[in-house]
């Protein structure tokens, strides 16, 4: 059965740092691609970062591109998310969720066949 | 950007009846479409891709059609379970969602 566990949300003040992890099971996680996807407090569904499978390839939102880092540790088979400079607009729970293929082929990318249940994030001072 | 906009916002449904949901994108996106259910507190659960095809273990009663920039969602007969968020994810020019339509008991 695969499982996607996400954790490490919490409160954070306005340009503090915070790292989530998701701890997959029950799948080959690292021939996968996996993402982090958020919804902010009455908005809809916003996809923020992805890693490719296999050879390390990443792809940011503009919204998070220079203060948010992908990385995956296939050998823990765990996804993380590095969140640094954080702002009051990144407050939003958080899910992690596995793409049905490795990577994006150009633009044409993919479905997400398991989520997380999410981790909420909150940046208040 | 490809813009997906579902609509309606909401939809008032009685148990038995069909629930029809609408999706449609800001461009042709072949049919490179899911569908997601989300309820309050746990994880959306994928329903359909391909624009109709069905996940296995998804019900029958859940279908899918169009292709290009109308998409529709059909329920064709609610059951108590089938009451809460759905998604529409294009995923031919990188990835965006819809807004989501909340689906509730008449």
């Known amino acids: ?125 | 950007e490809t813009v997906m906009t579902q609509s309606p916002a909401t939809l008032s449904v009685s148990p038995g009846e069909r629930a029809t949901l609408s999706c449609r994108a800001s461009q042709s996106i072949s049919s490179n479409l899911a569908w997601y259910q989300h309820k309050p507190g746990q994880a959306p659960r994928l329903l359909i891709y391909g624009a109709s095809t069905r996940t296995p273990g998804i019900p029958a009663r859940f279908s899918g059609s169009g292709s290009g920039t109308e998409f529709t969602l059909t329920i064709s007969s609610l059951q108590s379970e089938d009451f809460a968020v759905y998604f529409c994810q294009q995923y031919n020019y990188l990835i965006t969602f819809g807004r989501g339509t909340r689906l509730e008991i008449k």
């Open chain 1, 1 to 125: 059965e695969v499982q996607l566990l996400d954790s490490g949300g919490g409160l954070v003040q306005p340009g503090g740092s915070l790292r989530l992890s998701c701890a997959a099971s029950g799948f080959a996680f690292s021939s996968y691609a996996m993402s982090w996807v958020r919804q902010a407090p009455g908005k809809g569904l916003e996809w923020v970062c992805g890693v490719a499978g296999g050879p390390d390839s990443t792809w940011y939102a503009d919204s998070v591109k220079g203060r948010f880092t992908i990385s995956r540790d296939n050998s823990k088979n765990t996804l993380y998310l590095q969140m640094n400079s954080l702002r009051a607009e990144d407050t939003a729970v958080y899910y992690c969720a596995k793409g049905s293929l490795p990577y994006c082929t150009g633009v044409l990318c993919y479905e997400f066949d398991y989520w997380g249940p999410g981790t909420l994030v909150t940046v208040s001072s």
